[in-house]
Structure formats: structure tokens, C-alpha cells
């Protein structure tokens, strides 16, 4: 067994974490309201991940399988170590793959994490995982808790109010896991391969995980069981109910606890993984104070038009405080709006703080750096060799996980047309819709014909999307053409 530190990285926020924390409050009492005889139980988590997933039909093991290049199993950790109450998590891991799950903790900054080496199948690996926790283990640096929870490495999305349900449970009962209803019928066939009978599905439920129980009822039961059991078993609850007698309690789970088992399983998990990271944007500005800047205007227009998205904005006026705390609560998506201004140390200012906040450890970070600048404001050339230096810092950014991009409004006079300015933002923003999606899946939106109203071209670290309003006359045309 090897214990693995490692610092504290930043968490995915949930809309209901105020929710969850005042119901573990039973679990983890504190101040002067807690109540000395509600103790709070000592609670481990195991998860087996020694599969080699010969379902996905993929040479890499599932668990270590990249969504937004980034392991599966990183997000199932990142999943319970962001629940306070859990102290250890015990990974049990094929030896051959030691070095590379040591690997993801440190990249990835997991904290609370030991390593076991796994069986050669689940019900041995996660007995491995309990020897670790057990006390009677000379050389396990951890203590026993008073429950432990088992978990598969390849469900990513547990959530803490169904962990805090089969905890409870669990302390009550002895043992308790998450169920779900079935999806499709259940049939036992005959041994020439006809049908022999059916389940009624309303009476049936699917076992899921988590599940949790009372360390001393599972250690007991696997240090009785058979081989036969340790060989072909599955359930962790049956073992409850054959060699410790406990009747476990059955929690109702929810829609997100289902498992990565299929190749398609992993787009569909990249694809909640990048909705739950789009639901927050920040409108950035050199200052707030003026009512009439542009970015508030933007600020509005998302708001109307993305509902189901937070918007917000902040400044990079120093002490720029209201924007580190934006940071803080985990924002992934930054616009950065620069008014009659051709230079990049505003967007620079803010990377710099993305940077060194290392919020782009697990999660992509988006930011799209806007110019509106007129025509006659200084000549096209001087502002484009000024602006195409964001190329070059792009590649930069994007080893840190920092994904740059550059929108040139380049519109005559856009800021004396106050009364015109809403409808023609609103314009643009639907144009663009979509952007975060395609620059989280590292696509373009492509190139539009020159007969439209505007142009644009989208770019991951060396193309920048230019839009231009109104359409180019023939003068514009010409110089349009000379200058790509």
C-alpha cells in the first residue's frame, strides 16, 4: 500500500453543494451548535481499478481512457475527494499500471489518495482495498473508519447527496447501496437457448454504485468468503446478506450514476463533462465604473439570450478582487473586451491570473479576447501586427490547459451608434453561438461566403475569428484580399 498526497486543485462547483453541506452536517457536526453525541463517523472510500476493459474494445484500460485529455478515473476522484467528510480513498491498481495512476495524482493534484495493488478480480481488489483500512495490517498507514464506501473508478458522476444517503443508510442498517429502475426487461434462458422465464421489471431494480457499509460487517464477510465467491462474484451487498446476515437498505440513485462500460460511453460523459463547465461566463473589463461600456451591454445580451448559463462580470482594475473571486468559485469561460485599444496587455493581465490561480489543472479553461476597433482609428496594418501576437501566446497558454482565442469587431465608428449598439451585439452573439463547444472539441466554425454580411474564422492557438460590419464595399473588398 502507498500513500499519495498531494496539494489541493481546484473542484467543479454544483449548484446544490450549499444543499449537500448543511445535510452532511449530521456526518461532520461542527461550531458551537454541533452536538457532542451526534459524532461524526470516520468514512473511507475503495475503489477497485484493475479492470481491463475488454467491453470498450480498446487497448487502454477504461479507467485511464482521456475525456478532454484527461483520465476517466481523474474525474471519478475528483468526484469524492471534493466531499469534506470522506478522509481516505483507497485505489487498488494492477502493478503494471502503478506508476501511471501515481502519475494522474500528481498531475492532477488528488489529495487523500493511497494506492493498494489490485487482484486479479473485483470482489480481490477490493478486499485488498479493506486490508489497507484494516487495523490488524502492520504496514497500512491508515486508520480503520466506522464505514467505507465502494465505488467503480468508471462513474464519474457520483454526486454527494447520494454518498451522504448510503452512508447514513449504511450506519443504520449495517450496509445499504444505490439503485436504479430497469431499463429493459429481464429474461433467463433455458439451457438450448430458448426462453424459460421472464422478471417483472417493476418489481426489479438495478444495483448501482455507490454502495457503503459498516467496515467491520464487509471486512468479516470477504475474510469468510469463498473462493468461488472472490472468483465469480459481482455484489458487494450479497456478500453482506450470505456471510453477515445484514439486510441491506436500498437507496433510490440518480440518472448520473450510471457507467462508463462502452467506447460511446466516453463521448457521452465528454459531453456532461463540457455542459457542466459551460454554465458560467465572465464578461471582463478594464473598469466597470462606466455605465455605457460595451461589456455591460454584452453582459446583458447573454443574459437574455442564454438562460440557462450564469453571467457575470468583473474588473481588472486593480485589486481586481470581485474577478479573483469569480476564479475562486471555478468559471471556466472568460470573454476579455478591449475598447479602441489594439494592444494585448489586458488579455495578458488576465491569463496571467488564470495562470497562476492553476485553475485550468482539471478543466479547460476558455478565453476569448474581443477588439472593437474603428476604421479610421490607426492603420489596419499597425493594429493587425499588434493583435496577431496572440498567435504565438496562444501556444503558450494551451500547455497550461488554456485555450485562447481572438475576435476582431472591426467596425466603423462602433462606439459613437449608442442607440444601435444592443441590436447589433445581439447580431453578433448569435453569430458565434457554439463557440465554447467547438473550442472545447478543437473545431472550427469555418468560413462563411464573402457574400454575407460578415465574415469569420474561428482558431485554437494560431486563426482568430474577424468579424466585420456592414458588409465590405469594393474598396474594402480589394484591400480585404490583399490583406489575406
Avoid at 406 to 429: A, N, T
Amino acid at each position: 500500500m502507498e500513500p499519495a498526497p498531494a496539494a489541493p486543485g481546484p473542484r467543479l462547483g454544483d449548484s446544490r453543494g450549499a444543499e449537500r453541506a448543511a445535510a452532511s452536517s449530521s456526518l461532520n457536526p461542527t461550531g458551537a451548535e454541533a452536538q457532542p453525541r451526534r459524532r461524526a463517523p470516520a468514512v473511507a472510500a475503495v475503489l477497485p481499478a484493475g479492470g481491463s476493459g475488454e467491453r470498450m474494445g480498446v487497448p487502454t484500460p477504461k479507467q485511464f481512457c482521456p475525456i478532454l485529455e484527461r483520465p476517466l478515473i481523474s474525474y471519478t476522484l475528483q468526484a469524492l475527494e471534493r466531499v469534506c467528510w470522506i478522509k481516505d480513498i483507497v485505489v487498488a491498481v494492477t502493478g503494471e499500471n502503478m506508476d501511471t495512476m501515481k502519475g494522474i495524482i500528481q498531475k492532477y493534484q488528488h489529495q487523500r489518495i493511497s494506492l493498494v495493488e489490485a487482484g486479479v478480480t473485483r470482489h480481490r481488489s477490493i478486499f485488498n482495498g479493506l486490508k489497507a483500512l484494516a487495523e490488524d495490517q502492520p504496514d497500512s498507514n491508515l486508520s480503520k473508519p466506522e464505514v467505507v464506501i465502494i465505488h467503480d473508478a468508471v462513474r464519474p458522476f457520483v454526486e454527494e447527496d447520494v454518498l451522504l444517503k448510503v452512508v447514513t443508510a449504511a450506519k443504520e442498517h449495517g450496509a445499504a447501496g444505490a439503485i436504479r429502475p430497469l431499463v429493459s426487461t429481464v429474461i433467463s434462458p433455458s439451457a438450448d437457448g430458448c426462453l424459460d422465464h421472464s422478471l417483472e421489471r417493476a418489481r426489479h431494480r438495478a444495483s448501482e454504485m455507490p454502495q457503503a457499509f459498516l467496515f467491520d460487517v464487509i471486512y468479516e464477510a470477504y475474510q469468510q468468503c469463498s473462493d468461488y465467491d472472490l472468483e465469480f462474484g459481482t455484489e458487494c451487498l450479497q456478500l453482506a446478506l450470505k456471510y453477515g446476515h445484514i439486510n441491506a437498505k436500498l437507496v433510490e440513485g440518480s440518472p448520473d450514476l450510471w457507467k462508463v462500460t462502452y467506447k460511446r460511453d466516453l463521448y457521452a460523459a465528454e459531453s456532461i463533462i463540457k455542459e457542466r463547465i459551460s454554465q458560467y461566463i465572465c464578461i471582463v473589463m478594464d473598469t466597470k465604473e462606466d455605465e455605457n461600456h460595451v461589456g455591460h451591454h454584452l453582459e446583458e445580451i447573454l443574459k437574455n439570450e442564454l438562460n440557462h448559463v450564469k453571467v457575470t462580470s468583473g474588473a481588472l482594475c486593480p485589486p481586481c478582487r470581485d474577478l479573483e473571486q469569480i476564479i475562486l468559485e471555478q468559471c471556466y469561460n472568460y470573454v476579455c473586451v478591449n475598447v479602441m485599444s489594439f494592444d494585448f496587455e489586458e488579455t495578458r493581465r488576465l491569463l496571467n491570473m488564470l495562470k497562476e490561480s492553476n485553475l485550468s489543472v482539471l478543466y479547460p479553461v476558455v478565453v476569448i479576447s474581443v477588439y472593437f476597433l474603428d476604421y479610421k482609428s490607426v492603420p489596419f496594418d499597425q493594429k493587425m501586427e499588434n493583435l496577431m501576437q496572440i498567435r504565438d501566446y496562444a501556444k503558450e497558454v494551451k500547455k497550461r490547459n488554456i485555450l485562447l482565442c481572438g475576435l476582431l469587431i472591426y467596425y466603423p465608428q462602433f462606439l459613437q451608434r449608442r442607440g444601435e449598439q444592443k441590436m447589433e451585439l445581439k447580431q453578433m452573439v448569435s453569430s458565434c453561438g457554439g463557440a465554447r463547444m467547438d473550442v472545447q472539441g478543437g473545431r472550427g466554425l469555418g468560413e462563411e461566403s464573402p457574400k454575407t454580411a460578415h465574415r469569420k474564422m474561428a482558431y485554437q492557438g494560431e486563426e482568430a475569428f474577424i468579424l466585420e460590419y456592414p458588409q465590405p464595399g469594393p474598396r474594402d473588398e480589394e484591400e480585404d484580399v490583399k490583406i489575406a
